[in-house]
Nanobody
Framework: QVQLVESGGGLVQPGGSLKLSCAASGFTFSMHAMSWYRQAPGKERELVAAITSAGGSTDYADSMKGRFTISRDNAKNTVYLQMNSPKPEDTAVYYC???????????????WGQGTQVTVSS
């Protein structure tokens, strides 16, 4: 079955950096787009970044552009999220997701991992 296992979260200071990883299994990783979502307490889950199956194109939520970078290693079935200069408002549980692009828009499948907590605080 599909498994998505996120790791790398923790406590980071504002302006620091953190790299999240998501190991995927149970499907042909290289054939699917991947993404990161996040959910803060009391808020809806939101899309952070997405990447095409071959990694040639990426999309970011406006508030993350220039600070976060999504990448993938299809040989390792792993997708990453490099978080640079995080802000307290980036505090959330971060989830990876598998999906597809259609007409330039990312659509996620209903598969989720357990998430990894990121806390940005001094």
């Amino acid at each position: 079955q599909v498994q998505l296992v996120e790791s790398g979260g923790g406590l980071v200071q504002p302006g620091g950096s953190l790299k999240l990883s998501c190991a995927a299994s149970g499907f042909t990783f290289s054939m699917h787009a991947m993404s990161w979502y996040r959910q803060a307490p009391g808020k809806e889950r939101e899309l952070v970044a997405a990447i095409t199956s071959a990694g040639g194109s990426t999309d970011y939520a406006d508030s993350m552009k220039g600070r976060f970078t999504i990448s993938r290693d299809n040989a390792k079935n792993t997708v990453y999220l490099q978080m640079n200069s995080p802000k307290p408002e980036d505090t959330a549980v971060y989830y990876c997701n598998a999906g597809k692009y259609s007409s330039g828009t990312y659509y996620g499948y209903a598969y989720w991992g357990q998430g990894t907590q990121v806390t940005v605080s001094s």
